[in-house]
């Protein structure tokens, strides 16, 4: 008889601790046990979502952080071409002048820090046997060169 109270007393509190845990208001116990069925279901869930974004954020840093910003206006004669990123990108401006050139940028006036972080402002305008260049045109050849750059710069 005692150890038939003590089990039901046991039981009765482990109800009650699934209940707490999964804030159960649930009075029969097999309806506690199907939310506490439930609650950790999500919690298998959270946490496959967790290690996906551990895993792109581990990905993301492998693959050399942020890509640096561009960002391209067009001026009165020509573009300026700015491209931004918080860490060093040694190489970049070799890639992103080498695109200039396929486009027929003469470059007039640049400014360029690869010291801490990489910056780079320049002032191009088209060169008289080019075709016709445009901001998205730009956009599209240097962002390939950040991209080829990355490439290159993963495999070292």
Partial sequence: MVSRVHKRTV???SI?????ITNSHARRKTCVIQDASEYIR????KLEELNQLAVAA??????NGPTPLLKVETQEEGF???VVSERNCQGLLAFILEAFERLGLEVLQA???CVESFCLEAFGI???NTLHVDVE?????VSQAIQNWREVTKQC
């Fill in 42 to 45: 999500g919690l298998k869930q």
């Fill in 111 to 113: 400014r360029a820090s």
């Fill in 126 to 128: 088209k060169e008289n």
């Fill in 137 to 141: 045109g730009i956009e599209q050849v």
């Fill in 16 to 20: 009650q601790k699934l209940r707490s």
């Fill in 11 to 13: 039981l009765y509190r």
């Fill in 80 to 82: 300026m071409i700015k």
């Fill in 58 to 63: 581990a990905q993301d840093v492998i693959d």
